[in-house]
């Protein structure tokens, strides 16, 4: 099973940047999903998650308004766009996946991408 996390980089603040996950040797349609990051010398958080049905999403009061999780089960993908991005936006960003019903709860994550890093500028 491996996750592959695409689409960080360097942007200036207020700018916009769409993350993309895919799989391979797992299919997202049973999964919850979500995107996690760590900053430099922090601990790894959940952000932002979707469940299996493809619900209301859940997002940290950090990114709420300005991040939007989706999923394309067709495409086996999981996406995130961040919009109006800030200096303490700065991080490796992951994608996970999950089986656990606690889906809004960082714990349960088993499944991981290997990260992509993404760097606002002030």
């Known amino acids: 099973v491996q996750l592959q996390a695409s689409g960080g980089g360097m942007v200036q603040t207020g700018g916009s940047v769409g993350l993309s996950c895919s799989a391979s040797?797992?299919?997202?349609?049973?999964?919850?999903l979500a995107w996690f990051r760590q900053a430099p010398g922090q601990e790894r958080e959940l952000i932002a998650a979707?469940?299996?049905?493809?619900?209301?999403?859940y997002y940290t009061e950090f990114v709420k308004g300005r991040f939007t999780i989706s999923r394309d089960n067709a495409k086996n993908t999981l996406y995130l766009q961040m919009n109006g991005l800030k200096p303490e936006d700065t991080a490796v960003y992951y994608c996970?996946?999950?089986?656990?019903?606690?889906?809004?709860?960082?714990?349960?994550?088993?499944?991981w991408g290997q990260g992509t890093q993404v760097t606002v500028s002030s």
């Open positions: 040797g797992l299919t997202f349609r049973p999964y919850h």
């Open positions: 979707i469940n299996r049905s493809g619900g209301t999403p």
């Open positions: 996970a996946a999950s089986q656990n019903v606690n889906w809004r709860m960082a714990v349960g994550y088993k499944w």
